[in-house]
Nanobody, 119 residues
Framework: QVQLVESGGGLVQAGGSLRLSCVAS????????MGWYRQAPGKQRELVAH???????NYTNSVKGRFTISRDNAKNTVYLQMNGLKPEDTAVYYC?????????????WGQGTQVTVSS
């Protein structure tokens, strides 16, 4: 079994910063990609940032220049540093990863962590 556990969410004022972390654990042979999605009330889940096993990153336009995704392969951990937060960044943030185990490869999701930005 593989688990993704997020941490680091919370309440912050506009302009502030938060750092999200997501740790993968379990029967892991290789973590291919890792990413962060978010879902605001009444909206569809959207990709925020993505990082490949080789460190190539991709961001949705609305967070470019403010958010930075990084990963520590030795710790099976992905981070999302969020600076210059805006009220529209308020959402539940989910960690996602493509992971190969002893038998096959699957996509996994964390339970989500709430980020609330007050104006």
């Amino acid at each position: 079994q593989v688990q993704l556990v997020e941490s680091g969410g919370g309440l912050v004022q506009a302009g502030g910063s938060l750092r999200l972390s997501c740790v993968a654990s379990g029967m892991i042979f290789k973590i291919h990609f890792m990413g962060w999605y978010r879902q605001a009330p009444g909206k569809q889940r959207e990709l925020v940032a993505h990082i490949t096993s080789g460190g190539i990153t991709n961001y949705t336009n609305s967070v470019k220049g403010r958010f930075t995704i990084s990963r520590d392969n030795a710790k099976n951990t992905v981070y999302l540093q969020m600076n210059g937060l805006k009220p529209e960044d308020t959402a539940v943030y989910y960690c996602n990863a493509g992971i190969s185990g002893p038998i096959n490869r699957n996509d996994y999701w964390g339970q989500g962590t709430q980020v609330t930005v007050s104006s």
